[in-house]
């Protein structure tokens, strides 16, 4: 028990594999961690240091969620590739958000009026109306944006692991 709460690997490597409740419990540190961070980052300020903090913080959330996700998906005897195949998703489904909220609308603008490149007040206002379309759009987006997610994890919780050793490790639940 006590390896399971405090192993290292849970976290770092995203060889092997790991049950249900461990990535349950994976889940649930990274989720304290983002929360942790998102706390933090409402009172530090915005400066050069923040921001190399800030990315190597991405790296480090894409790391832990490699692995954790990674294990799980071993233990049931699949690579990685659904993993990748649900990041090129939400990449695709922002830049369609992105788009529907008024982004096609912004480079429409900029693109067929290459005068507002030269001016500043204009360039400030096409920027403005942009951001108050994405403004209304948001709440619609953090919904969708959150369901992938949710649904992956939720199938990677119920789907049972393969029974036995495979390609990725020995089986982490001992048969009884």
Same mark, same amino acid.
């Given at each position: 028990?006590?390896?399971?709460?405090?192993?290292?690997?849970?976290?770092?490597?995203?060889?092997?594999?790991?049950?249900?409740?461990?990535?349950?419990?994976?889940?649930?540190?990274?989720?304290?961690?983002?929360?942790?961070?998102?706390?933090? +980052?409402?009172?530090?300020?915005?400066? $050069?240091?923040?921001?190399?903090?800030?990315?190597?913080?991405?790296?480090?959330?894409?790391?832990?969620?490699?692995?954790?996700?990674?294990?799980?998906?071993?233990? $049931?005897?699949?690579?990685? +590739?659904?993993?990748?195949?649900?990041?090129?998703?939400?990449?695709?489904?922002?830049?369609?958000?992105?788009? *529907?909220?008024?982004?096609? /609308?912004?480079?429409?603008?900029?693109?067929?009026?290459?005068?507002?490149?030269? *001016? /500043?007040? /204009?360039?400030?206002?096409?920027? /403005?109306?942009?951001?108050?379309?994405?403004?209304?759009?948001?709440?619609?987006?953090? +919904?969708?944006?959150?369901?992938?997610?949710?649904?992956?994890?939720?199938?990677?919780?119920?789907?049972?692991?393969?029974?036995?050793?495979?390609?990725?490790?020995? *089986?982490?639940?001992?048969?009884?």
């Amino acid at each position: 028990m006590r390896k399971l709460f405090l192993s290292p690997p849970l976290f770092l490597s995203p060889s092997g594999r790991i049950p249900r409740r461990s990535f349950i419990i994976g889940v649930a540190g990274l989720a304290i961690f983002i929360v942790l961070q998102l706390f933090v +980052w409402r009172y530090v300020g915005m400066n $050069l240091v923040s921001f190399f903090f800030a990315l190597a913080l991405f790296f480090l959330n894409f790391h832990i969620i490699m692995a954790v996700y990674g294990k799980r998906l071993h233990d $049931l005897g699949r690579s990685f +590739w659904p993993l990748i195949g649900l990041f090129s998703l939400i990449i695709i489904v922002w830049i369609i958000m992105a788009l *529907n909220y008024g982004g096609v /609308e912004y480079f429409d603008t900029v693109m067929a009026h290459p005068e507002y490149a030269g *001016n /500043e007040e /204009e360039m400030k206002k096409v920027l /403005e109306a942009y951001q108050d379309k994405l403004a209304v759009g948001m709440p619609k987006a953090r +919904w969708v944006m959150a369901i992938l997610p949710t649904l992956f994890t939720l199938w990677l919780v119920l789907a049972p692991g393969q029974e036995g050793d495979n390609r990725y490790g020995d *089986n982490p639940v001992p048969a009884k």
